[in-house]
């Protein structure tokens, strides 16, 4: 079946970074975009960017704009979301999603289960 | 930077009609997107392009949308429908999403 399936929890100390996977199965993965989105335990959903695993091309929220990087590895139909400098403030779940699957565009159709990112010294 | 906003909770009986609102300028020429989070898991899209409904949404959950604002309505709310809603949209050009902060629905 169609699914999106992430690496496991992470901890992480200030100042380091973190990769996180999205593996696809079930559809041709250079065909929709994938999104990021992470949130904070408690909080809302926060929209982080997007990339055409395709062409490679990317997006960035401004707020991540020169910490986060979008990768993927098409041979493996894996993305890849790596955010650099982290800080306590980056402790949530991340998630990635498919745009434009089954419905719109924009539409985020098949989510991953989330990864859980701890940053603590 | 662009914002969607949304009221904190709602809150209904079971058999009433919710109603959950989100706001921003960008809402005339992009679309809304609604997604359900029950606790502990990943969200759930249940309205796309304003008001269109995914398969295996219950008839209960449409869309609209005037002017500024996007309306997620709930038919005859069901105890099972408690649970976090978010909208969705991009801003003006079209690049960056961005997800209203968030409405506890409580049905009881």
């Known amino acids: 079946q169609v699914q999106l399936v992430q690496s496991g929890a992470e901890v992480k100390k200030p100042g380091a970074s973190v990769k996180v996977s999205c593996k696809a199965s079930g559809y041709t993965f250079t065909s929709y975009d994938i999104n990021w989105v992470r949130q904070a335990t408690g909080q809302g959903l926060e929209w982080m960017g997007w990339m055409n695993p395709n062409s490679g091309n990317t997006g960035y929220a401004q707020k991540f704009q020169g910490r986060v990087t979008m990768t993927r590895n098409t041979s493996i139909s894996t993305a890849y979301m790596e955010l650099s400098s982290l800080r306590s403030e980056d402790t949530a779940v991340y998630y990635c999603?498919?745009?434009?699957?089954?419905?719109?565009?924009?539409?985020?159709?098949?989510w991953g289960q989330g990864t859980m990112v701890t940053v603590s010294s | 930077s662009y914002e969607l906003t949304q009221p904190p909770s709602v809150s209904v009986s079971p058999g009433q009609t919710a109603r959950i609102t989100c706001s921003g300028d960008?809402?005339?020429?992009?679309?809304a997107y609604w997604y359900q989070q029950k606790s502990g898991q990943a969200p759930v899209l249940v309205i796309y392009?304003?008001?269109k409904r995914p398969s295996g949404i219950p008839e209960r959950f449409s869309g609209s949308s005037s002017g500024t604002m996007a309306t997620l309505t709930i038919s005859g709310a069901q105890v099972e429908d408690e649970a976090d809603y978010y909208c969705?949209?991009?801003?003006?050009?079209?690049?960056?999403?961005?997800f209203g902060g968030g409405t506890k629905l409580t049905v009881l």
């Open positions: 392009e304003d008001s």
């Open positions: 969705y949209s991009t801003d003006s050009s079209g690049n960056h999403g961005v």
């Open positions: 960008a809402l005339p020429k992009k679309y």
């Open positions: 999603a498919r745009a434009g699957g089954s419905y719109a565009i924009d539409a985020f159709d098949i």
